[in-house]
C-alpha cells in the first residue's frame, strides 16, 4: 500500500477510536452538571451518590479520551508534516487556543472532581464540575473550528509557492467564524449531548429492568431523558442548517450526500439507497425534489450535481451517500425513541412500559454510531481535499516518512488500542455492575477523615441536611 | 513567507520581534512540563523500589490528582509549537517518527496504568500496572532525552525542510547519554516531590533512594557536561561570545550541590524547587547554545531552521501572544489552586486510587 492510503487508514482509525471518548465526556458533563446541581439544591443525598457514581465512569472516560487525543495532535507533526506547514499558522493557532483555554481547565479541575470530595465544600465542588463541563466544550469549539476551517477556509491568504507556500491568517475571527463553524460546531456539540445522555439513559433503564437502584435510576433516567429530548429536537436544527450550509459552501459534498449527478437538475431526496459509482445511477427510495426543495424551498430548483465537478475533484459517492443516510436515520429514531419516553413519563407509565426500556438499554449504541457516520460523511465528503479546494490529501504527506514506518505505527496502534478498548469495556461493566453505593461510603468516608469538609458537622455547617443524613448513616452502623 | 514578514516590518514588542516571543512562549511551557510532568515521571521512575503494596498505593496517590493536569503542559507545548513554528512541528516530528510513537504509547500506558491498576484487588492485576506504570514512565523520559539529544547535536536537514537521515542514528552515545541523564534528573525530582508527599515506611525508604537518585544524576551530569565539551562544541559558541552566559551552568552546578545539603537537613521543599530549578536551567542551557537555531542542518548551516525562518506569521504569532498573554495566567492560577486543595501529606479514603 502506498504511504498515503496507510496515513489515512491510520488517521482514520486513531480518530475514531478517539472520538468514541469525548462526545461522551462532553455530553456526561452536562449531565454531571444537573445532578450535582440537583443536590445543592435538594440536599438529598441521592443525588451526591449519583454524581459520585457518574463521576467515576467519567474519569475512566476522559481518561481514555485525554490519552488517544494527545496521539492525535503529534500524528498532524508526524504523518503530516506538509500539511503542518501549510496550515500551521492557521491550525495551530486554533489548537494551541484550545490547550490554554479548554484542556488546561478540564484537566486541572478533574482532579478536584475525582480526588477533592472530602477536601472541598460541596459549592467548591460543584464548581469544579461545571469547569470540567465547560472545558470539554471549549475543547470541542477550538478543533471543531479548526476542522471546519479546512471544510470551509476563510480569513486566510495564500503566501509563497511550491514547497513553502502556506495559508496565513488575515482575519482571527472570519478564520473562527468560517461559513460552516457554527453550524457544524452546534451538530457536533448536540451530538455528544446525545452520546453522554444515552448512557446514562442505557444504564439506568438497565437497573430498573433488574429492580436495583430504583429510586436513584428514576431521578437519572429522568435527567438524561431531559437532555437527550432537547438535544434530539435540537439536532433537527442543526442537522438542517449544515447540510444547508454544505450546499453553499461544498456542492460536491451535498451532491455526494444524495448521489445527485446531473450537473444541474432537480434533485432527489433518498430515504435509502444505493449509489452505482459507474452508471451514476441511484436505486432506491426517494422524494422527487426532496433535495432541491430543502435547498431552494422548490420541488423544481436546479441542484449542482457531481458532473460539474472534474472526476478527480469529487469524493467516494457510495460510502458518502451510505454514512449520511444511516447518520439520518439514527438520528430521527433518536428523536422517537426520546419523544415516546417523554411523553410515557408525562402520562407516568414510563416505568411500566418494560420494552421501552429494554430498547433504551441498547440504545447507547446509536448515538454513538450517528456520531462516527456522521464525521465519516463530513470528512470523506470533503475528499480528494485536506483543505477544501487548497491542499490535496496526496500533497499533505511527510515526505521524510516511509510506508514501513507508518505499516508499524498503525500495527502498533492497532494493538495498543484493542487492549485498550478491552479493558475500557471490561472495567466500564465492572463499576455498572457495582453500581452507586447505597450509602456505604459517604458515611466511611465522614468515618474514616474527620477534617472532610463535606460530611464534617462543624465544616459543613451550609449543608445541614447532608451531614445530618451521613451521621444517621454512622450510627445506623 | 519572507515577504510578509518584511511588509509588516518586523512587529517588535520591547526590542524583541514576536516570533522571539514566542520561542520564549513555547520554551517557558516545555520547561513547565519538564518541571511538573518530571516528578510524575520520576515518581514512576522509581515505582519498583517500593515493595510493599501500601507504599506504592501511597506513591500513586501522591501524583494521583495532579499529574493529568501536568500532562497538559506537553499539549499545550505541541499546541504552540504548531502554531509558532509549523516548520519545526512539521520537520521534528516527522524526522523523529518511531521514537515519537513509542514515546506516544508509552505516554498511554503510563495513564492507563495509574489508572486501571487500583480497579482491581488481585496481586498479579497490581503488579502488572506497577510495572507497566514504571516502564512507560522510564520510556516517556528516556525518549524525551534521546530527542533532546539529537537536537543539540543537529540532524541531516535539506533545502527541502526535510529530514534526510534514518532513524536508527537517533540512538546514538551522546543522545543516550542525555536520555539516561533526563531519566535521572526526573527520579531525583520525583523522589523529592514523594518525600515531600509521604509518611512512615515509604518516607523512611525514600530517604534512601534519594541518595541514590542524587549520586547517579550528578555522576551522569557531570559526564553529561564533559561529553558535550568534546561532542558538541558547537553549543558553546554563544558561551564564547557572552561570557555572563556561563552564569547558567555554574548556577546549576550550585544547586546540584545544594540539593545535598536541604537533604541532609530534610528541607525537602527547598531541595525540591531545586530540582526543578535545575531541569529549567538545563533546557535554558540548550535554549541559550542554539539559539536563534531551533532545529541545527548538519548538512549545511544556511538550511538551518531558525526562529526567524520557521516561524508563522506576524498576523498569527501577535493574536496567539495575546492568547498567551491572557490564557498562561488562567492555567497558572488553577494549577496552584489544585496544589494548594491537595497540598500536605498524602491521606488515603475512599476517592483515592
Known amino acids: ?94 489548537l494551541a487556543a484550545e490547550g490554554i483555554f479548554a484542556f488546561a481547565l478540564e484537566s486541572g479541575f478533574l482532579g478536584v472532581l475525582l480526588f477533592g470530595w472530602n477536601r472541598v465544600t460541596p459549592r467548591v465542588h460543584f464548581f469544579s464540575t461545571v469547569m470540567v463541563a465547560l472545558g470539554s466544550m471549549f475543547s470541542a469549539i477550538w478543533i471543531v473550528v479548526a476542522n471546519s476551517w479546512q471544510q470551509t477556509p476563510a480569513g486566510f491568504h495564500i503566501v509563497g509557492t511550491g514547497l513553502t507556500a502556506r495559508a496565513e491568517i488575515t482575519d482571527f ?99 435509502l439507497g444505493w449509489v452505482n459509482n459507474k452508471t451514476h445511477k441511484v436505486t432506491g427510495l426517494s422524494i422527487p425534489g426532496g433535495l432541491s426543495f430543502l435547498v431552494h424551498q422548490d420541488l423544481k430548483a436546479p441542484v449542482r450535481g457531481l458532473d460539474s465537478f472534474r472526476p478527480e475533484d469529487r469524493p467516494p459517492v457510495n460510502f458518502v451517500f451510505q454514512t449520511y443516510h444511516l447518520m439520518v436515520a439514527i438520528g430521527v429514531t433518536l428523536i422517537g425513541l426520546t419523544l415516546l419516553a417523554s411523553f410515557l413519563l408525562w402520562r407516568g407509565r414510563l416505568w411500566r412500559t418494560r420494552w421501552l426500556l429494554g430498547v433504551f438499554v441498547g440504545a447507547v449504541l446509536l448515538p454513538q454510531l450517528a456520531n462516527q457516520l456522521g464525521w465519516y460523511s463530513a470528512e470523506v465528503g470533503r475528499q480528494p481535499w485536506v483543505v477544501y479546494g487548497l491542499l490535496r490529501t496526496s500533497a499533505a504527506l511527510s515526505k521524510a516518512v516511509t510506508a514501513g514506518q507508518v505499516w508499524f505505527s498503525l500495527i502498533l496502534f492497532t494493538l495498543v488500542y484493542a487492549l485498550l478498548f478491552a479493558l475500557f469495556l471490561y472495567l466500564l461493566n465492572k463499576k455498572i455492575q457495582h453500581g452507586p453505593d447505597e450509602g456505604e461510603e459517604l458515611s466511611e468516608s465522614s468515618h474514616l477523615s474527620p477534617a472532610s469538609k463535606r460530611n464534617n458537622p462543624v465544616i459543613s455547617h451550609d449543608a445541614p441536611t447532608a451531614s445530618g443524613a451521613a451521621l444517621s448513616h454512622v450510627s445506623d452502623l | 513567507m519572507y515577504q510578509t514578514f518584511n511588509s509588516v516590518a518586523m512587529t517588535t514588542i520591547l526590542g524583541l520581534d514576536l516570533a522571539v516571543w514566542w520561542f520564549l512562549v513555547v520554551g517557558a511551557v516545555f520547561t513547565g512540563y519538564a518541571v511538573l510532568d518530571g516528578f510524575d515521571l520520576g515518581a514512576g521512575a522509581i515505582h519498583m523500589l517500593f515493595r ?68 482491581e484487588p488481585m496481586a498479579w492485576w497490581r503488579k502488572m500496572w506497577d510495572w507497566s506504570y514504571s516502564v512507560a514512565s522510564i520510556v516517556v523520559a528516556l525518549s524525551l532525552g534521546v530527542v533532546l539529544g539529537n537536537l543539540i547535536q543537529g540532524l541531516p536537514i535539506g533545502a527541502d525542510r526535510e529530514f534526510h537521515g534514518t532513524w536508527l542514528s537517533f540512538l546514538n552515545p551522546y543522545a543516550l547519554l542525555v536520555g539516561l541523564t533526563t531519566v535521572a534528573l526526573f527520579a531525583q525530582h520525583g523522589a523529592v516531590y514523594l518525600l515531600l508527599k509521604t509518611e512512615n515506611r515509604i518516607y523512611a525508604r525514600l530517604t534512601l533512594i534519594v541518595r541514590q537518585t542524587l549520586r547517579v544524576f550528578t555522576g551522569l551530569y557531570l559526564l553529561l557536561s564533559v561529553a558535550t565539551l568534546w561532542y558538541v562544541p558547537h553549543m558553546l559558541a554563544v558561551f564564547r561570545q557572552q561570557p555572563w552566559l556561563f552564569a547558567v551552568p555554574l548556577l546549576t552546578l550550585a544547586l546540584v550541590l545544594a540539593i545535598g545539603r536541604f537533604l541532609k537537613r530534610r528541607r525537602y521543599f527547598p531541595a525540591f524547587v531545586c530540582s526543578g530549578s535545575i531541569a529549567a536551567l538545563l533546557l535554558l542551557t540548550v535554549a541559550a547554545g542554539l539559539f536563534p537555531v531551533l532545529v541545527r542542518s548538519t548538512l549545511n548551516p544556511a538550511w538551518n531552521l531558525t526562529v526567524q525562518n520557521s516561524a508563522s506569521s506576524p498576523k498569527s504569532l501577535s493574536i496567539m501572544l495575546t492568547m498567551a498573554a491572557i490564557g498562561i495566567p488562567l492555567v497558572a492560577t488553577y494549577t496552584s489552586f489544585v496544589f494548594w486543595v491537595f497540598r500536605g501529606k498524602v491521606r488515603l479514603d475512599s476517592a483515592s486510587y
Open chain 1, 173 to 271: 475571527w472570519a478564520m473562527v467564524f468560517n461559513p460552516s463553524s457554527v453550524d457544524r460546531l452546534s451538530h457536533a456539540i448536540v451530538g455528544a449531548f446525545l452520546a453522554g445522555s444515552f448512557l446514562v439513559l442505557s444504564v439506568s433503564a438497565w437497573y430498573l429492568l433488574k429492580g436495583r437502584f430504583v429510586a436513584s435510576s428514576q431521578a437519572a433516567f429522568k435527567i438524561a431523558l431531559l437532555v437527550a429530548t432537547l438535544a434530539g429536537l435540537g439536532q433537527l436544527f442543526t442537522g438542517h442548517h449544515s447540510a444547508n450550509g454544505v450546499a453553499v459552501n461544498q456542492p460536491a459534498k451535498l451532491a455526494a450526500f444524495e448521489g445527485h449527478y446531473a450537473a444541474s437538475a432537480p434533485a432527489n431526496l433518498y430515504l
Open chain 2, 52 to 119: 510493599k503494596e501500601a507504599s506504592r498505593r501511597v506513591a500513586l496517590n501522591a501524583i494521583g490528582p495532579v499529574w493529568d493536569g501536568n500532562e497538559v503542559w506537553l499539549v499545550i507545548g505541541g499546541g504552540t509549537l504548531f502554531a509558532g513554528f509549523p516548520v519545526v512541528y512539521g520537520t521534528v516530528f516527522s524526522a523523529f517518527y518511531v521514537p515519537f510513537m513509542l514515546f506516544l504509547v508509552a505516554l498511554i500506558f503510563r495513564a492507563i496504568s495509574i489508572e486501571f491498576r487500583s480497579k
Open chain 1, 1 to 94: 500500500m502506498s504511504v498515503e492510503t496507510l496515513a489515512r487508514i491510520q488517521f482514520a482509525f486513531t480518530i475514531a477510536f478517539h472520538y468514541i471518548y469525548p462526545p461522551l465526556s462532553i455530553g456526561l458533563g452536562v449531565v454531571l452538571v444537573l445532578m450535582e446541581g440537583m443536590f445543592l439544591k435538594t440536599r438529598n443525598p441521592m443525588y451526591e451518590r449519583l454524581t459520585r457514581f457518574w463521576i467515576r465512569i467519567f474519569a475512566l472516560i476522559f481518561g481514555i479520551g485525554v490519552a488517544t487525543g494527545i496521539v492525535m495532535e503529534f500524528e498532524f507533526g508526524t504523518n503530516w508534516a506538509t500539511y503542518s506547514r501549510y496550515v500551521g499558522d492557521i491550525f495551530g493557532s486554533a
